[in-house]
């Protein structure tokens, strides 16, 4: 995992100033120590497997690419069982993936396993089971999940697709009856998959039941060739996943056996007869869990950001500030401290806040296990803002350490550019985020107009206001805590009157939510806000460590709380909480902390154990060795296989030569 | 220029409500109506060319893009002089290129009009000229400018190619003596220029007497080979820019002539005597025109994402408010008008000042031409920080606007990806953007602390105190002005007061302004927004238009004015010029502005005349026929191009057989 490559010097004396025990916070945030072993023996197992190494997919065409990642896929599959008791759990085997796909797609897992056969488990009879499920963990089929179409993502009932039920053969028929109802975006719909659940407008006896589950086979399983009527193809290159062929699915009026139709919940009888499902599924869990993987994602991809970042801003010198002087590193300077540090915090802010949702995941999944629903709109609250407000703020942190990087950030050898183009869309699946943030300020209306709602994150709303007492001590994270408490309050109660005013002036409830949309999504935002400052500093209070960790953790919780404030302090001053002079000291506070966490800053980084191959950063290489195998990554572009380029004699040479073709 | 197809009737309807004359806009925006014509018409010439018809470079590969976009820039070379009166300036030629290139890089063009030719018109001599302009201008060379070096980029005099004076052969000897010294990112120097100016260190007689230009021969005019001494390579994938072969350049012991060193100023005589330059040379100018020009890049990339993204959410419809209502149009969603309003707002606020750029640019460039230098530090900053203002800005608008198209938004279909992987480098190159707001923040604390310095765009630093009235209006342009002039006021003087006080505590000036730099970059970004605003009020105070224009770009200026306060409200609140209330105030004025606004949305986007050809976008087109369009960009995936993909022997057909294989 560490190039045994000697350490470059500036990066080797960032290290040496660490003042807490590396080893501690890194079993902190690899789930246990043992856990964090094993993943690190995943790690090394695929990194010292000749088979899994390939070629740095920056030098291949899109085509290659596609071929490179099945390749990787399947020696996955392959391989997956002789790993033996590194695999213990389905987090093991995650991670497994992670490494040998680089965090890119495996066209024969992710759609199968992580869409596929969870519906199956989820919506399939047992007899379906039986004929589907096997075959499928074997990989005698290859499964996707074909619900988004061309005019339609977020909202479900807008699917044109139909499935029209014809009694007298005990048929389905499959539909695409517009452009814009072809199924459009499904991961490995376009080349790989051989089945997919199709989601569509189930009509029986000529009344339309909505949004139904149905097996569709589609290519033959002896030749591969796409099936009559059915038309498949890739949707073309994106800004990033051009490993995986999202695809397209039209039906030209394909007929399926009755049984096909996912029957567990509501069913169709032979005759037509619609029989509906007992009780209104429960899918909110996975939704939940889904988002709270995004959350994740967004504090890993933004700690990648920051190692990559940090660790070069130790390594490049630049200016002097006197003449004379040598050239300070990058990272001395307060500007540069300030972007990247003041992400860093929030990369362990948005960990331990993803750390709080699965607890509450688990919490409240078995309340609901016992029959127990009451929490669960809090849960779905919770996760689509934190979602929305994470996805968000790594989105452009991430952009903000590339462009930290200089010129060098912009080449795909900094691994930033892939990074981001991975990342975003974070922002819009699995529920957009603005239309998530949307659904967050409606309940947080509701809960504030509903008194018998009750909830740990929304319990504050209805609160007395508090009284801030007239000299507050602005490094105490307890009363951060509380002024954002009191910021999310203050501006979600604003969004209720605006609410109200609408309603008084003649509008529905959705119509006045609508109109005051913009007041509401600030609300929805400094809530999530608020919550993830309050995890953190819960977080700090539960675990258990030495003094020296907590003391540094603790610099970071402020600074990422602090720094909040100066970005949004008009919110904060909106809701009268702070005085313009305290809010000056916000911004002098921050300025001061960014000197304390230095010395720690590239342990802090160092800490989430990324490998040099999970990197893919020559900017963020662990042994700072930069400069040299930046010229090494180039010599690997496809311009340089010669001297002078075939375009010579095409267009260079005559160019050069045309005035004397001329004479 | 216009698709001849039938437009999508709910695009058809927007452009119906409009209220203003869009010829009359178009012309402003096209600077007159003479001007704006030709534009068109040189698009036309561009379009209608058949020769200029080619594969679209979603599609290929890195290699075919690079080959494909030579042959564009080398048929623009030899179809330029056919144009006739098309071209009749400087302007029109630009904007030829850029049709042609669709603004993607140029290689016969960019760096050797750009930066080669005006290098050696600025640097070379008389005789020097005579030698290298004529063949550069026939196209006889191609030059590139090797300036930046792997391990240094904006700090000029920390480059470390070397260039010693051996006087018994009156030759130089250039050579990077370390790996950071390789010339690294100049564009076209990796496989298409065969001569570059190469900035290095000059040594005479054992003394170094810093950075100087010198002439060399890369690659051999007849085979194109490069020469002994030299290595060159393309540096490999970018983010964006994969057209161009952005390079490196290492030279060992290279031996050129002593007449190659560009002698118009400082020379070196025969005998290695150093003569200085007469006087400190001018190169302020260049610099602060090629920055007007990114506020440019900035005002219209922006345009061109508000174009997509405001065409596509008039056509697509999304979710239902009420359950039986038709779905609307996304852009009836008051957060989908905030998020693109205001940046369409904004980038008629970047034209605006980037005229004004120009102008001040042309006033003080006379002025310098007599010989006063009185201004041209505060053009100098004004540039700088404009530069580093507009693109920020811009950069997180195109994101904005690419995520507000949901999924489609992230194919490379949407035209969005690649607008902003070729906007992106804006913010880095001609100055890193937080290098210039620091240079920005040193000139206002300067002007803060001297009385003595003066000039339009400071001015307002040494005015006294301005006193709020007790009751303002916020729909007043003027007072909105005022509050943005104070509010810089007050950040510059709060920077310059924290100055002092490191100064107090022992700091010298530069480690002062280094201690406080987040204030003073906080100063820097208030006044560049100040700036902007009043550009925009001042423009429609000083422009000509009919009634109806003025009402549309008052509301505009309001608009983007207004919410400028909102996202910075704790900044005007740190200076006591709103209330908590008036803060509150201006939130609910730019709710309240976007119905208003809305009616001439696709109109205002239309009138910036951004052809489909350039767009290149699907989700933009002028039709909004995007559906069916979308479709056909997919196939032509490479992926498409047969049913069965070939990995399907490969891979697939193994994993699917493997279980009978077993048996």
């Known amino acids: 995992m560490k190039s045994s490559q000697k350490v470059n010097p500036d990066l080797q004396k960032e290290r040496d100033t660490r003042t807490f025990n590396l080893e501690e916070l890194s079993d902190i945030l690899g789930g246990g120590h043992e856990q964090r072993l094993r993943k690190n023996q995943i790690a090394a197992a695929v990194e010292n497997d000749v088979e899994y190494n390939g070629p740095d997919p920056a030098f291949l065409s899109r085509m290659e690419r596609f071929e490179e990642w099945m390749r990787r896929s399947s020696l996955l599959v392959r391989k997956k069982d002789d790993l033996g008791e590194l695999i213990q759990d389905h987090k093991d085997f995650v991670n497994y993936n992670t490494y040998v796909t680089k965090k890119r797609p495996n066209v024969f897992f992710d759609l199968h396993f992580g869409m596929f056969v969870p519906t199956l488990m ?5 007899e379906q089971k039986e004929k589907w499920l096997i075959p499928s963990l074997n990989h005698e089929m290859i499964g996707t999940y074909a619900q988004t179409e061309m005019g339609h993502g977020t909202f479900l009932r807008g699917l044109e697709t139909t499935a029209h039920y014809d009694a007298t053969r005990q048929e389905f028929i499959l539909h695409s009856p517009t452009t ?61 996943y051009n490993e995986n062929d999202n695809g397209f699915l039209k039906m030209d009026h394909v007929r399926i056996p009755l049984g096909n139709m996912l029957m567990k919940n509501a069913q169709v009888l032979p005759d037509g007869t619609y029989v509906k499902a007992s009780r209104k599924e429960l899918t909110y869990g996975t939704m939940t869990l889904v988002r709270s993987f995004i959350v994740r994602n967004s504090a890993f991809f933004l700690a990648e950001a920051c190692t990559i970042a940090i660790r070069y801003s130790s390594v490049r010198r630049q200016s002097e500030m006197r003449p004379g002087e040598p050239e300070p590193q990058v990272l001395d300077y307060p500007t540069q401290q300030h972007k990247l540090f003041t992400l860093l915090a929030t990369s362990y802010a948005f960990f331990f806040v993803q750390q709080k949702m699965v607890d509450m995941y688990g919490r409240i999944n078995e309340e609901i296990g016992k029959g127990e629903f009451g929490n669960m709109q809090e849960l779905h609250s919770v996760s689509s803002g934190l979602k929305a407000f994470t996805t968000a703020v790594t989105n452009s942190g991430i952009e903000v350490c590339r462009m930290s990087c200089g010129g060098h950030g912009y080449s795909v050898a900094s691994g930033l550019p892939d990074l981001y183009a991975y990342f975003t869309p974070n922002c819009t699946y699995e529920g957009e985020n603005t239309v998530l943030l949307l659904q967050t300020a409606r309940y947080l209306i509701k809960c504030f107009r509903d008194r018998n709602l009750s909830g740990d994150s929304i319990d504050y709303l209805r609160k007395g206001a508090w009284r801030r007492p007239a000299n507050v001590d602005l490094t105490d994270i307890g009363l951060l805590c509380r002024l954002y408490e009191q910021r999310a309050r203050g501006l979600v109660t604003f969004s209720a009157e605006k609410v109200d005013e609408a309603m008084r002036k003649g509008e529905d409830m959705v119509g006045a939510l609508n109109k005051a949309s913009l007041h509401t999504v600030r609300g929805a935002n400094a809530h999530c806000h608020y919550y993830v400052v309050k995890s953190f500093a819960d977080k ?5 460590m030495s003094a020296p960790l907590r003391v540094v953790l603790t610099d970071l919780a402020r600074l990422y709380a602090l720094d909040g404030i100066a970005k949004c302090s008009g919110e904060f001053m909106e809701e009268n909480l702070l005085s313009a002079a305290e ?20 342990s802090l980084v160092d800490a989430f154990e990324f490998s040099d191959d999970m990197l893919m950063s020559v900017l963020g290489r662990y042994d700072g060795n930069v400069y040299e195998n930046l010229l090494k990554w180039a010599m690997k572009s496809d311009l340089n296989k010669t001297d ?20």
């Open 122 to 126: 989820g919506q399939a009879s047992e």
């Open 180 to 240: 814009t109802s072809i199924k459009w975006w499904p991961g490995t719909l376009g080349k790989t998959a051989t089945h997919a659940v199709v989601m569509a407008q189930l009509y029986t006896k000529g009344v339309c039941h909505g949004i139904h589950a149905f097996m569709l086979q589609l290519r033959s399983l002896e030749d591969h060739r796409s099936l009559p009527g059915i038309t498949l193809g890739d949707i073309g290159p994106k800004f990033g």
């Open 583 to 602: 809010v000056k000291k916000c911004h002098q506070l921050v300025a001061e902390l960014l000197p304390i966490i230095r010395p720690n800053a590239v």
């Open 644 to 663: 002078v380029i075939p375009a010579y004699e095409k267009h260079i040479r005559p160019l050069l030569k045309r005035n004397q073709a001329k004479l």
């Open 540 to 544: 700090l209070q539960s675990l258990e």
